[in-house]
């Protein structure tokens, strides 16, 4: 079997490793209700054996041909009935072996993962290949070079991408960066699998009278850029208790997610972080877009940025409790 000419008619993009590949979760959001933004989800590429060490998504590779195409049995009761026949007749729709040796080949492949993809080791040496940002995408951002020079904000020319490091809070060793393409609009965490909610982006220039917590890195360094050092970014729109542990020994908090008012994303993730600050006690307050019809910190200049930290809320808009 062609796995890969599967992978590429089911439209699943992935990343090859060697004898496996790496995606995006193809049913994370159907089991989960949230897009899967962090490739988690392996398949090798021999056997068609896959699990996603995100949301625990495996099976082999007729079970993945049946839930992206959907082909599944009526039946009685909750439990959802694989149409096996369906599934493999469509992969040898797409392919040249036959209905019969396709069932051959099925029944010759594990029926589990017998280990799981080794870890890549990461080090200093590895952001060697990288280099300062070029003066016109800092620009573009709004971040002055010392600002990312402070957060360790790197560049790929190979891909046109930033290059965000990620250290580990206690150690400051390096556990892998995440990588966001200008050019392709690419997202991805190196490497797959890392475990971004046990740090936070610009730990190290974490304040203790003052933190400003956002979702993207480039965000961190545009507030420092604009005069407001000490933000740190969750690296997304999921906030963790790991994180909140991370930062409850500020005298204040300010939450600056994307704004709530355009962002269904920003909205619940103040509403996490509201409720995780409640749990530890924490003095948190959130930033105020007012009217600015601003989407996020990166958008705005010093005066929107200084006017909505001292506007700051003990709640979101819109809600009863938000006022």
């Known amino acids: 079997m062609d796995i890969e000419a599967v992978l590429d008619?089911?439209?699943?993009?992935?990343?090859?490793k060697g004898a496996e590949a790496v995606a995006l979760c193809p049913?994370?959001?159907?089991?989960t209700g949230k897009e899967d933004n962090s490739p988690s989800w392996w398949i090798n590429l021999t056997t068609g054996q896959h699990i996603c060490f995100s949301c625990h998504y495996s099976g082999s590779l007729l079970k993945l041909v049946c839930d992206i195409k959907g082909f599944h049995r009526s039946s009685w009761t909750k439990?959802?009935?694989?149409?096996?026949?369906?599934?493999k007749a469509w992969i040898a729709s797409i392919s040249d072996i036959t209905p019969d040796k396709l069932a051959s080949a099925l029944r010759s492949t594990p029926q589990h993962i017998s280990s799981l993809?080794?870890?890549v080791e990461m080090s200093e040496a590895r952001l060697a290949v990288f280099v300062n940002p070029p003066l016109d995408k800092l620009n573009e951002r709004k971040i002055s070079p010392e600002s990312a020079v402070a957060y360790e904000v790197l560049w790929d020319t190979k891909t046109a991408s930033w290059?965000?490091?990620?250290?580990?809070?206690?150690?400051?060793?390096?556990?892998?960066?995440?990588?966001k393409g200008t050019d392709s609009r690419h997202f991805m965490n190196r490497p797959p699998g890392l475990k971004k909610a046990s740090t936070l982006f610009g730990y190290g220039q974490m304040r203790e009278d003052i933190v400003y917590v956002v979702e993207s890195p480039l965000d961190c360094a545009h507030m420092m850029s604009e005069g407001f050092p000490g933000a740190v970014a969750v690296c997304g729109s999921t906030i963790s208790e790991e994180q909140i542990k991370l930062i409850r020994s500020a005298d204040r908090?300010?939450?600056?997610?994307d704004n709530a008012k355009l962002d269904t994303a920003g909205k619940k993730a103040?509403?996490?972080m509201s409720k995780l600050c409640l749990k530890y006690g924490i003095n948190l307050t959130f930033f105020n877009y007012g009217d600015s019809g601003k989407?996020?910190?990166?958008d705005l200049n010093r005066d929107e940025l200084e006017w909505g930290i001292e506007n700051s809320r003990s709640f979101l808009y819109g809600e009863t409790a938000y006022v």
Do not use: C
Not at 27 to 31: A, F, G, P, T
Not at 79 to 87: F, G, L, N, P, R
Not at 253 to 257: D, G, N, P, S, T
């Open 270 to 272: 103040s509403d996490d």
């Open 295 to 298: 989407k996020d910190p990166g």
């Open 253 to 257: 908090v300010i939450a600056a997610f």
């Open 163 to 179: 290059i965000l490091p990620l250290r580990d809070p206690e150690t400051s060793a390096l556990l892998g960066w995440q990588e």
């Open 9 to 16: 008619e089911l439209e699943v993009f992935y990343e090859n």
């Open 79 to 87: 439990e959802v009935v694989y149409d096996y026949a369906s599934a």
């Open 117 to 119: 993809p080794k870890p």
């Open 27 to 31: 049913m994370h959001k159907e089991r």
